[in-house]
């Protein structure tokens, strides 16, 4: 059955929600079952932006963020029984989520239905739309 979990987070409700789903069917698959937390920072919000703006260094500023929705994503998880890691890229979502997904021979992609940039949703497609069509895994969608 499922094993290894791949669970994009981006700190919204959404991927919270599936976050917990993940935990759920982990802790049904036994001692075996591993979860990786994934943020995928997007490569147009570094490469459009000047990374210096006031003397703030908005790079940093994003690496920060990142590690805070994986901090408290870990939360979760932490206490129970499920092994996991954390880790997160610069790149598209929906490309580096199946990437990961292939490269790292995962189960199942449990993510939320919608992330936090519902605009650049409307313009682009969404990311979990894109990885149901394109990962090599199992794919649930978590409203």
């Known amino acids: 059955m499922y094993e290894r ?12 929600h599936a976050l917990k789903s993940a ?3 982990a ?6 079952a ?6 995928i920072i997007p490569s147009n919000n570094i490469n459009n932006i000047n990374t210096f ?4 260094d908005i790079e940093q500023l994003q690496v920060e963020e990142v590690r805070r929705i994986l901090d408290e994503s870990a939360q979760v998880l932490s ?5 996991y890691d954390s880790e997160y890229h610069i ?3 929906a490309e580096m989520i199946c990437k990961k997904a292939k490269e790292g021979d995962y189960d199942l992609i449990v993510m939320g239905s919608r992330g936090l940039s519902l605009f650049s949703e409307l313009l682009l ?7 149901v069509q394109h990962a090599n895994c199992a794919v649930m969608i978590v409203k």
């Open 5 to 16: 979990f791949l669970v994009p987070v981006d700190g919204s409700e959404h991927s919270k």
């Open 23 to 25: 935990k759920k069917l």
């Open 27 to 32: 802790q049904n698959m036994g001692i075996n």
């Open 34 to 39: 591993r979860i990786t937390l994934l943020n």
């Open 53 to 56: 703006a006031y003397g703030v």
């Open 79 to 83: 206490g129970s029984s499920i092994q």
């Open 91 to 93: 790149g598209d979502p």
């Open 125 to 131: 497609g969404s990311v979990s739309h894109k990885v």
